[in-house]
């Protein structure tokens, strides 16, 4: 199934299931615990990583099954919610429906963790948020935005989070507890990277002087503007100085006026927004995949995706020092560090001297292992039964004072 989805024009979504099938799959598993998750709207990005790959990894435990519905769905289930274990809201804002949903959940006793993966969720980052976007006009946007998610996570019983960094400004912003469930990969993900690496391997690390090395930029969206820029003076210097080297950009990102005259002689490719399984495929076209960021708890609190989602189809990454990147990459061994001032010579040490195979091997090996569903679970079973259990000691601890 995952090879037709590849290779139609059309891509179809794998999320794209009616309500009755996802709320079937998990009625019908009479022994095990439920939970239900409740996001937004269907999306390639927080959704897919916080909530369809878990309910999607759930399909293999023993213990838990899970399912997904949207927020114009709030209505339809609310009925249904006696049959759910535990509730997780991720990443949605404030209203009426879903404090609807809340107060049932509380009456029936029924645990609610909030989810986030953003620091999206403390009125006082607002400036730097504001900055970091760069953005410093839209204030109703942002102010409303985030009081809502504020709102919402004040009303849970619990947060989940995807890293120790992010755990810890949910712990001190509601004074509650915060589990960590990690971004990973779907099975989608790894049957069509599996094929790509496979090939990727075949063709060997020879590369002819004539095809241009091509460093791939994935993060193309406007919110990593400042983040491109950062190391924008170090890559002009590349191209300039070899002019084999081929950057690619995917996404909609701004490019800064500098770039312009690389584009028109076709050292500079611009890719717009693909899907998620494309974009494995741009991935894999590219020998170095670089993920700038600037050092502050807005991007300390982001996961290291940009690192798995490349190593898997064997192409290395270089990324700033954040939290989650120096927490994950052995710098040399599976994929390279980078601080400001250091880009321009680790890549022209990858260009001129060649991609180590020992890097792609190893950083392919610890990604498929460490970020595969099956590896996952037992950590998304355990912070599931922590989080079904927190409601119960919040209530002996109520009636103990």
Known sequence: MFKRLFKRKTFISPWDIPLEARLSSVLKDGDKKRVLYIYEIPSPCTFRYRVYNPCQALTKSGLWSGCYIFQDELKTVEPLLHHFDLIIISRLGWSFDIESIVMKAKNLNIPVFFDIDDLVFDLENIPLIMTYMGDHTNYAYWFSYISRLWLMGKACDGFIGTNAFIAKKLEETFNKKCFIINNFLNQEQIQVSSELFQKKAEKGPQRSREVPFR????????????????????????????????????????????????????????????????????ISQADVNIVPLLDNDFTNCKSELKFYEAAIVGTVTCASPTFAYRNSIQHGLTGFICTQGAWYNTLEGLYLNGIPQEVVEQGNAYCSHIYSPERQLGQIEAVLEKAKGEKLKAKNLTKNE
Do not use: C, M, W
């Open 215 to 282: 460093i791939g930029y994935y993060s193309g969206s406007k919110s990593h503007q400042n983040d491109f820029i950062s190391i924008a003076p170090e890559l002009l210097d590349l191209l300039k100085t070899y002019p084999k080297i081929q950057l690619e950009i995917a996404g909609f990102l701004e490019l800064p006026r500098e770039f312009k005259s690389f584009k028109k002689r076709g050292q500079i490719v611009t890719t717009p927004f693909v899907d998620f399984i494309t974009l494995q495929q741009k």
